[in-house]
């Protein structure tokens, strides 16, 4: 069995940065693509972004281009998301999600992914 797990969520100041991690055990997670997602209080889940497999393709939201960077440390069985310029209205519980199907691509959709780690809260509030 495996899971995923993310980190590095907390109280920033608008304007500022994070750094969130999602790592595997139990299984690579080169092999597959990975998203994550965000969700506030009262509001449906929202893709922000996604990595394809190996040297798989990005995407990302509207809402966070240029803002949020993704990317992989094979290495550490990692995959980052790196958010800048934090805005009050980033808050929200964030998530990571794993596709089981091998892909080089990826989407946005939360009924494209598999496997859901438990979250990690940002909150942007001076």
């Known amino acids: 069995q495996f899971q995923l797990v993310e980190s590095g969520g907390g109280l920033v100041q608008p304007g500022g940065s994070l750094r969130l991690a999602c790592v595997a055990s139990?299984?690579?997670?080169?092999?597959?693509?990975i998203g994550w997602f965000r969700q506030a209080p009262g509001k449906e889940r929202e893709g922000l972004s996604c990595?394809?497999?190996?040297?798989?393709?990005?995407v990302y939201s509207d809402s966070v281009k240029g803002r949020f960077t993704i990317s992989r440390d094979n290495a550490k069985n990692t995959v980052y998301l790196q958010m800048n310029s934090l805005k009050p209205e980033d808050t929200a519980v964030y998530y990571c999600?794993?596709?089981?199907?091998?892909?080089?691509?990826?989407?946005?959709?939360?009924?494209?992914?598999?496997?859901w780690g438990q979250g990690t809260q940002v909150t942007v509030s001076s």
């Open positions: 999600a794993m596709d089981r199907g091998y892909a080089s691509t990826c989407g946005l959709s939360f009924y494209e992914y598999d496997y």
């Open positions: 139990g299984i690579t997670l080169d092999h597959f693509a």
């Open positions: 990595i394809g497999s190996s040297a798989g393709s990005t």
